[in-house]
Structure formats: C-alpha cells, structure tokens
C-alpha cells in the first residue's frame, strides 16, 4: 500500500507564490506518473489536473498554469514538487497528488488529502 501526503498549501496573496510538496511512502515500486490536480471550493466537476510529470521528467500542464506553475520530481525521494508564482483568486481550490503505480498499465492511483490553496484579491 502507498501513502502520499501532500503539504505546502496556504493562504497568500495575488501575485504571491507558494510551493506544494508530495511525498510518497509506503510498499513502493514502480512510480510512474505524478501530478497535481484541483477542485475549487463548490466545483462538482472532477478534480482537474494542474500538471504532471512523469518518470522519465516529461511535464504536462494545464493551459491556466502554464508558465506560472513549474512541476519537478525527486525520483531518489519518491517526491513531488509543484512551484506556483504569479497566483491568482482563480487558483484558489483544494490541490491533491496523485500517483500513478505499476509494473504495466492499467496503473493504480493514489490520492493523498488534498491542500488548500487560498489566493485573496
């Protein structure tokens, strides 16, 4: 069984930057991909994702956070890093990490708690 636990959330300013961490622990083996996903406060839509790397470094973002949002991993420490700048009252929402692991696909996920992020105007 994984655990990851996610940290770094808080309440900041518009412009302001803060950076989530992720860690994964556990029974762990085969860690492929991990990302980032969000869901505002009242959204019922799914969680959607923020940005994701995988574990050859490869990086996909949303198009609302590209060139804001930098995502990077420790492979060494099972980690995952997400450095948000330049934020924005729209970014305000829970953030929760994801891991995808497996030796082959279908990949199981792994959430953690999630970590709000609170952006004031």
């Known amino acids: 069984q994984l655990q990851v636990v996610e940290s770094g959330g808080g309440l900041v300013q518009a412009g302001g930057s803060l950076r989530l961490s992720c860690a994964a622990s556990?029974?762990?083996?085969?860690?492929?991909?991990m990302g980032w996903y969000h869901q505002a406060p009242g959204n019922p839509r799914p969680r959607e994702l923020v940005a994701s790397i995988a574990s050859d470094g490869y990086t996909n973002y949303a198009d609302s956070v590209r060139g804001r949002f930098t995502i990077s991993r420790d492979n060494a420490k099972n980690t995952v890093y997400l450095q948000m700048n330049s934020l924005k009252p729209e970014d305000t929402a829970v953030y929760y990490c994801a891991a995808d692991v497996g030796a082959r696909r279908p990949w199981v996920r792994y959430w953690g708690q999630g970590t709000q992020v609170t952006v004031s105007s």
């Open positions: 556990g029974r762990i083996s085969n860690i492929n991909t």
